[in-house]
């Protein structure tokens, strides 16, 4: 009877046994899980954070590029400004220049004038040598006439554009930002005599 009473007893010291290395091996797997979920726990918090720094730093990059744009705003309007009455002025001394009846080759600096400002085109060699100008003064009176006359070209083109844009953009709301463009034009205009 010992004997089966110790074969009952060893039967179970090994379930209770087995039943121990079950437990064990679930609380094992329940640790494990327990890690990942909070690895799973920690990379989302992560992730949440990457993304709230992208959020914040994509809304101060919104607002510096809407204050460049305003600065690059103010400059074009100053700047087509500026081009505007410049134009204007090249055009009224051009205009003026060549309405007065005067010999414009005959005075050094009348010459050099007429030159920048309405061109002696076939005439300027024969000028240039009754003055005694350089190779160097004639490339850069040529420099300079080119550099006026690109200028007229260059405001007349700007207002061909603004005009195209305004009539094909597929959303007017689109083009009002340049509405300042149009208006310092109107303005240097109406400033002119």
């Known amino acids: 009877m010992t004997s089966a009473y110790q074969q009952q007893l060893a039967q179970q010291l090994r379930a209770a046994e087995d039943e121990l290395a079950k437990w064990r091996r679930q609380g094992r ?5 327990r890690a990942a979920w909070h690895n799973a726990r920690m990379r989302a918090n992560s992730a949440r954070s990457d993304y709230e720094y992208t959020v914040d730093l994509a809304r101060r990059d919104i607002g510096y590029v809407d204050r460049l744009a305003e600065a690059q705003k103010i400059r074009a309007e100053v700047a087509e400004a500026h081009l505007t009455a410049t134009a204007k002025a090249l055009a009224s001394a051009h205009q ?12 050094r600096r009348d010459a050099w004038l007429y030159a920048l400002l309405v061109g002696w085109n076939d005439a300027l060699d024969e ?7 350089s190779a160097d003064d004639v490339t850069q009176i040529q420099a300079y006439r080119e550099s006026i006359t690109a200028t007229a070209a260059l405001n007349e083109a700007i207002a061909a554009l603004l005009a195209e844009l305004a009539a094909t953009a597929p959303d007017p709301q689109i083009f009002t930002g340049l509405d300042f463009l149009f208006n310092a034009a109107a303005q240097s205009t109406e400033a002119q005599p």
């Open 29 to 33: 797997r329940a640790d494990r899980y």
């Open 127 to 133: 000028v240039a040598a009754r003055h005694g100008w």
């Open 96 to 107: 003026a220049i060549t309405r007065d009846p005067r010999d414009w080759a005959s005075d």
